[in-house]
């Protein structure tokens, strides 16, 4: 059994995420990444892990949200199958693995995204910051 340690959960959210910021030059796109992160735990929570990787293919007009959606599977990945150097739950193959899976694998596969998905909501509130300015 893998035990999870919740400053690895931390830290590869906040290199991911950091990445994901950092490859977006133009700094608009910022506040719907950020958005995005933000309301990862509320839409797996209200709709599952399941509806949340269909939703991955219905981004496709909303680049920067796809992104973060990506994003957080890539680190799911990375957490829940660290020894396979693919991404397991990338793209349609992903929500094969998923719907695959036993009840009790989905459920603790779940309960892990849910962690993940608070750090990226923490994360995106600390990256995505907004300078406040000086208006003397």
Same mark, same amino acid.
């Given at each position: ?9 931390? !830290? ?31 839409? !797996?929570?209200?709709? *599952? ?5 269909? @939703?991955?293919? &219905? ?16 680190? $799911?990945?990375? $957490? ?14 992903? %929500? ?14 779940? *309960?892990? &995204? $849910?962690?993940?998905?608070? @750090?990226?909501?923490?994360?995106? @509130?600390? %990256? ?9």
């Amino acid at each position: 059994m893998i035990n999870y340690d919740p400053r690895k959960i931390s !830290i590869k959210v906040y290199t991911n995420l950091k990445d994901v910021k950092d490859s977006t030059q133009d700094s608009k796109h910022h506040d719907e990444q950020k958005n995005q992160a933000v309301e990862l735990y509320t839409y !797996i929570a209200t709709w *599952g892990l399941l509806r949340l990787k269909g @939703e991955d293919a &219905a981004l496709v007009n909303q680049a920067q949200k796809q992104k973060v959606v990506r994003c957080f599977f890539k680190t $799911l990945s990375q $957490l829940v199958f660290p020894s396979d150097r693919s991404n397991p739950l990338e793209g349609l193959p992903g %929500l094969d693995r998923l719907t695959q899976m036993s009840a009790s694998e989905y459920l603790g596969v779940t *309960g892990v &995204a $849910l962690q993940v998905a608070r @750090e990226f909501s923490f994360w995106a @509130e600390s %990256l995505y910051a907004k300078q406040k300015t000086n208006n003397v």
